[in-house]
Each structure stands twice: as C-alpha cells, then as structure tokens.
C-alpha cells in the first residue's frame, strides 16, 4: 500500500490589525484553558489520586465557558481549544508512559486549527472568525494537490507570525540505496568529522553575534521591569538576535543532514547524553552552539523518509582511543591531544581515528548483531544499537 508521509510546511505571513488582534485573543485564550485544565488534572492527582481524562477535561471548558469570569472563551473558535485538551492529553500520556517528563504550564503562543475551522481554496487560507485570509509569504510551493488536513499559527518571541500547514507529501520516497556508509564524529573544533577525512567547520553561530546580544541585554536589563514600551522594544531587540542566531544554526543542520542522508545509506554516530555535557559550565556555550541533538534529530527522521540507517552507537564506546588499525586501546586520552601515534607505528588524527571506529562498530551492528563490537573499558555499558527514529515534523 502506497503511504504518504506527512510533512509540515511552515510560511511567515503579516497579519492585519484585526488578524492580528482575533489571533492574540485566541492564543491567550489556548493559554488559559490549557493551564487550568493541567492544574485541575494535577489537583486531582494529588488530591484524590483521580487520573483526570480528556472527555472530563472537555466537560470542563463546557462549564468554564458558561461562567462570568471566563464568557470571553466563547469569542474565540472553539477547535483551538479542544486541540489544546487534546494535546495535554498526549502529554500526560507520554509522561505514564515515561517517555517524557511531567507536563508544564504553557506559555507559548500558538493555536491549532483542524480541517473544520479553516478553509483552504485557491491557494488562500482563511481561519476560523476570520473574514480576509492571511498574507502569507510562499516561500516554497506546497505539494500539488496538497490538502492540508491542520493548520498551527504561531508567533515568536522576535514578534514574527508562522503559519504551518500540515499535509501529505507524495514527493517524499525512498532515495535508491547505496553501498556507501559513513561514520560521523561531532566535536567543537570541527562540527562533523567523517569517516572518509573530511572535516566540516564549525560555524559558531552564536559567537558571531555574541557582542550584539551582550549590548543588546545589557540595555534590556536597564529597562524598568513591567510591560513598558521601552522594555517592551528592548526585549524585542535581544529576541530578534537570538532568532538570528537560531535560523543560521538550522539552515546549516538542515544542508549537512540533507546531505549526509542523500549520499550515504548508512550513518554512523555516537549516542551522545547532551543534557548530562552542558554541565560543564566551560563547554555548555559551545555545546548548545553546536546543537548536536537537532543535528541527530534531523538525521534521523530524514533517514526514515528516504529509507536510510541511521546507527546510534554507545556513547562509552572508546573510539576516541582505540587504534583503528589493530584495535589496541589507550589508557588515557585527554582532549588536548589532537594526533597521537600508536605502537603499531600508525598516526591518527583524534576525531578521524574516532569516525573510523563508529563506523566499524555500527557496521558490526548491521552484520553480526549488537553483541558483536570491538572491545572497550566499561563492562556495564550497552552495546550499539540501531535506532528508530520517532516521528517528526520538519
């Protein structure tokens, strides 16, 4: 059977005066209700040990909206808040399911809208309590005959309205395999280090604009606190640069992954703990500036779009000090050591010698089974394994 994957594709667009004032009051209004729906689940929780569903949860916004206090929820369409019940309700389950961390108040703004609260025609998008469609900018053109079945409308903390239409794309298949396979070592120095020598610079985004921000901050912190007009266009000033800095670092994740993908049928990396690194108060700007797990997310649902293999191997995994020639392995590595020489008599330069050994392990994963990987330090550590990327939008 021939499946589609759904993608997600995200425009700018300017609203009007009117737009842009319906919308706040709805992203205000998703606010509320999901915050009081997450604080009723969780007084019940801790009250009566009562888990709280998603028909109760709806039952209580019917009675919400009859009340003096909240009759402003009826101004708004009524399917962006149901679709905020409805994503608490993921988010609890995900957290019994202990695949993600209790749910936290929202304070994002954003609005979902499904197939009955927009309508789509001729290429113009109108929403819900809207009489003009939205001015959106099409940078890309959507998939022909493309029906978009949601439609999410942000807006970020630079003051910019996204809009992203999620629909099938049938241009979206498996790429023809390759017998080519690649290992990729992640370093500060260099962002990726493959497996064949090549080396790909790391771009430093942030540090490009870091005294631009430093300025920028330093004025925002001189602003009286409150909602001001001149702390209100200082904050706006700091948002744009780190909005900047973040756009640059994705585009350039976006062509390397895209990339890798396209020319390899297997990829090697190594299961990297990024939250448990950044604790280092010497590396954690470097570290986050790298964004290595964007990097492994993108790799990873990309791979499974165009039936690519992506292996993850275990992050205690010695590559860095075991000899890619005769597997010996050093006691000691420190990360001022960039090329050593092993007593076979071969010279390694640091981050290749490591992408050759990811590669080999990852390999051995695809041919002998996880049991099979070369020898390492750490007795109680896991083996590689191979990953199956969860689903993702772009």
């Known amino acids: 059977m021939d499946t589609h994957v759904k993608r997600a594709y995200r425009y700018r667009f300017c609203p009007t005066d009117a737009q842009a004032a319906e919308l706040s009051r709805t992203f205000g209004c998703v606010r509320k209700v999901y915050n009081m729906a997450l604080a009723a689940r969780t007084q019940a929780w801790a009250t009566h040990q009562e888990r709280v569903t998603y028909n109760a949860t709806s039952a209580m916004l019917t009675a919400w909206k009859k009340t003096g206090e909240l009759a402003y929820l009826n101004e708004v369409s009524s399917v962006p808040l149901q679709q905020a019940l409805r994503h608490l309700q993921t988010a609890f389950t995900n957290f019994f399911g202990k695949r993600a961390k209790y749910p936290r108040f929202k304070s994002r703004k954003s609005a979902e809208y499904t197939s009955s609260a927009f309508r789509f025609r001729d290429g113009k998008l109108t929403l819900a309590k809207m009489t003009e469609p939205l001015d959106i900018v099409w940078s890309r053109p959507l998939p022909e005959g493309a029906k978009p079945s949601t439609v999410t409308v942000s807006q970020d903390a630079a003051g910019r309205w996204f809009v992203s239409l999620l629909c099938e794309d049938p241009s979206v298949k498996p790429l023809p ?6 290992g990729v070592d992640v370093g500060l120095d260099h962002l990726l280090t493959l497996s064949t020598g090549e080396k790909i610079s790391n771009p430093r985004h942030e540090r490009r604009d870091r005294t631009r921000l430093a300025k920028a901050q330093r004025n925002l912190a001189r602003k009286a606190r409150g909602d001001g007009a001149n702390r209100r266009k200082a904050r706006l000033k700091a948002a744009k640069i780190h909005a900047r800095t973040a756009d640059r670092r994705r585009d350039t994740l976006h062509k390397l992954t895209t990339r890798l993908v396209r020319e390899n049928q297997t990829i090697v990396i190594e299961d990297l703990t990024v939250r ?4 280092n108060r010497k590396l954690a700007r470097a570290i986050s500036d790298a964004a290595w797990r964007e990097f492994r997310s993108m790799l990873e ?4 779009w165009y039936g690519r293999e992506v292996i993850a191997v275990d992050r205690w995994f010695p590559s860095s000090r075991l000899c890619s020639a005769c597997n010996t392995l050093q006691d000691t590595m420190p990360l001022n050591i960039r090329t050593w020489t092993c007593d076979c008599g071969t010279a390694h330069d640091r981050d290749v010698n490591a992408a050759h ?14 049991g099979v990987r070369p020898q390492r330090s750490t007795p109680d550590g896991q083996s590689a394994t191979k990953q199956k990327p969860s689903r993702r939008e772009p």
């Open 177 to 182: 395999a390759t017998g080519q396979a690649v």
């Open 301 to 304: 649902y990309k791979a499974q």
């Open 276 to 279: 448990n690194m950044v604790k």
């Open 357 to 370: 050994n990811l590669l080999a392990a990852g390999l051995a994963v695809t041919v002998c089974g996880a």
